[in-house]
């Protein structure tokens, strides 16, 4: 997840069959790491625990973590618990207990391609609260995927997503909004690549699918 982005008129690549075979490479090594972490996590894990987990995934993948040394990050993962919304630094003083929502971000390079992701979850059962923001937030997202289809554009994404959020708050009885500045990014020989995708907006604009 990243913020808005300068306004200009950006190409996206188009990607021949051997990169995305190398792209997906990538993301297949950040979707072990994450599956470690969320396994390894649980009641009296720190975070640094957890990111150290993470980076030996990747650098025994044969992988660098991307997110180490970008701009001064100071580790391999986000993790962001509770009410941090975003790019949370693992700490050793900070250590899970039962209840936590947990939010990890991983990134990875791979044959100088990157894969980035993250996944939510709960350490243990989550209060009703909880439970029903991360699975409203699922919903969301796989509105926005669902719209991911030829002939669409891009917002058409970016409005699918919000009228997920929308659609969300009335099957929950419960107003959830969406962080404002911040969206998706495309990817390849850098981690942050344009089109950005924002997370909410008018549809009909942007590159076609």
């Known amino acids: 997840m990243i913020g808005l982005p300068r306004r200009g008129r950006k190409v996206v690549p188009q990607r021949t069959p051997g990169e995305l075979d190398a792209m997906a490479a990538a993301g297949s090594l950040v979707a072990s790491a994450l599956k470690a972490v969320r396994e390894a996590a649980a009641p009296g894990m720190s975070t640094l625990e957890l990111d150290q987990i993470a980076e030996s ?17 100071p580790a391999t993962i986000c993790a962001s618990v509770n009410d941090r919304v975003v790019h949370g630094i693992p700490t050793a003083d900070e250590v899970l207990v039962s209840g936590d929502l947990v939010s990890i971000d991983c990134g990875a390079i791979l044959d100088n391609w990157h894969g980035d992701s993250a996944v939510t979850f709960g350490v243990g059962p989550l209060i009703d609260a909880d439970q029903k923001l991360s699975d409203a937030t699922r919903e969301s997202m796989e ?25 969300a708050s009335a099957r929950y009885d ?29 549809p009909g604009r942007g590159p076609f699918l």
């Open 174 to 202: 419960r107003k959830f909004g969406i962080v404002a500045g911040y969206g998706g990014h495309g990817i390849g020989q850098e981690m942050h690549m344009d089109p950005f995708l924002p997370n909410e907006g008018s």
């Open 143 to 167: 509105a926005g995927i669902a719209a991911m289809v030829p002939g669409n554009r891009l917002t058409d994404v970016s409005h699918a997503i919000e009228r997920g959020t929308h659609a």
């Open 57 to 73: 995934v990747i650098r025994d993948g044969g992988g660098i973590p991307s997110f180490l040394g970008y701009h001064g990050f």
